[in-house]
């Protein structure tokens, strides 16, 4: 309670200039990353979700070519060619145990032959290990061999129609024409033949998906690279389709849950640049420790210590904890509430539901619980935008609204029976 009051007391004395608070968390979706987001804006601070292993340039990618802002999903299960640019899905790629259920299923060809998987990539991941073919290319050139590969299903004229209408508005035909399979070769370490053998390929083995991300997006043409690759998903014409890019749909709570996608590097310098000037005077940090993860040249450990007031949630206590002035341990995640969207989704509108399975060991409180708390006593505009006294009763107000929508894989006839049914199901 005393920690408590003290947290209240130092956002009071901010209120004549809320954008001196930083708020900085994991990246959260559901209804507690809704809490996040609601009680920045609504109180007028800033926010920014850290992630350590960011993918601003996959989505950013995947918006320029699919025009989707949800990642889609990659239908590794029933591809037959898996053409992968960098990601390394068995290892630590976006979601590698979902991937790694995915590979075995297209690795054991039940009613159709086996799979074959290429890896193009510089360093000989777990992925590349477990791949019939490892292409090693030239650091940061993986876009010019994706480019090479599509010149060639465009020079053959293997190219879906639609799909090719769709590359040439995002690059001209003479362009693909300059990275023929011979120039290409000298650029990226590939040879010509092996360029040929693997537009062929790609071509011939459908459904085909082309993944790509990890160390292809980490260069400064990464953008370039991870483009260029998932461009070659339209010339074959498997987005939408079982094997290929399956783009996911918005979320059944839309209007309830938006999704808090991770802060891109630059934008961390910049809040790292004021918090050095004294632009931010207190910092509320949940789920994310930026103290060790940010590179050293980037000055953010220095920086956070020219904060007046640092606060901490967190089960334990790390790096960017141990310079925090006050600690509010929290729930883990087996003592708390909540619900999910995932990202990326399986292809269609799924939401899952997260219930206490222990009772909490330690004096802990959620950290939606927390500003829910916060938010009824600072009252006003950020007592208005957070109107539940729980993360609880959030949650439950998320199932009802599933629950009047009348559809989904749980059905009752009454909202307690469908609470029930959806806390049974996850």
């Known amino acids: 309670e005393a920690a408590l009051d003290e947290l209240i007391e130092g956002l009071r004395s901010h209120e004549d200039s809320p954008e001196r608070l930083l708020v900085a968390t994991e990246p959260i979706r559901g209804q507690l990353g809704m809490i996040v987001e609601k009680f920045v804006s609504a109180y ?26 949800r990642l889609p999903a990659f239908d590794i299960a029933n591809s037959q060619f898996i053409l992968s640019f960098g990601s390394d899905f068995l290892g630590s790629w976006l979601s590698p145990v979902h991937y790694s259920q995915q590979y075995g299923e297209f690795r054991q060809g039940v009613d159709r032959d086996r799979g074959t998987l290429v890896q193009v990539e510089p360093r000989f991941s777990l992925t590349a290990a ?19 590969i599509a010149a060639v299903i465009i020079r053959d004229g293997l190219a879906d129609p639609e799909g090719l209408q ?55 043409n990464g953008l370039f690279n991870l483009t260029a690759a998932y461009a070659l998903n339209l010339l074959v014409g498997n987005v939408g389709k079982p ?11 839309k209007g309830l849950v938006n999704d808090q996608y991770a802060a891109s590097f630059s934008q961390w310098v910049d809040i790292t640049r004021k918090m050095q000037a004294g632009s931010i005077q207190m910092a509320l940090i949940h789920g994310a420790n930026p103290a060790y993860s940010m590179p050293k040249s980037s000055g953010f450990k220095e920086a956070l210590a020219n904060v007046p007031f640092v606060v901490s949630f967190s089960s334990f206590m790390d790096e960017t904890s141990s310079m925090a002035d006050l600690v509010l341990p929290t729930h883990v995640s087996l003592e708390d509430w909540g619900d999910d969207v995932p990202d990326p989704s399986p292809g269609f509108q799924t939401v899952g539901f997260q219930q206490p399975v222990v009772v909490p060991f330690g004096d802990t409180k959620g950290f939606g619980d927390v500003l829910l708390t916060v938010a009824g006593e600072l009252g006003g505009a950020v007592g208005s935008a957070l109107p539940w006294n729980s993360l609880r009763e959030s949650v439950r107000a998320s199932a009802r609204y599933l629950y009047e929508l009348n559809r989904g894989s749980t059905s ?11 806390l049974q199901r996850g």
Do not use: C
């Open 44 to 69: 007028g601070g800033q926010y920014l979700a850290f992630e350590t292993l960011e993918e601003t340039v996959l989505r950013t990618a995947i918006k320029q070519v699919f025009g989707q802002d």
């Open 130 to 148: 477990n791949a019939d073919q490892w292409v090693p290319v030239k650091p940061g050139t993986e876009g010019i061999l994706a480019f090479s």
């Open 166 to 220: 769709l590359v040439s508005q995002m690059i001209s035909p003479q362009e693909l024409a300059r990275y023929g399979p011979d120039a290409a070769a000298t650029i990226t370490g590939v040879s010509a033949e092996r360029i040929e053998e693997l537009a062929r390929a790609f071509v011939d083995h459908q459904p085909g998906l082309a993944l790509a991300g990890g160390s292809a997006a980490g260069h400064t």
């Open 412 to 422: 009752a006839g009454s909202f307690e029976e469908f609470w029930m049914g959806v």
């Open 243 to 253: 094997g290929g890019v399956l783009l996911n749909p918005d979320s059944p709570l």
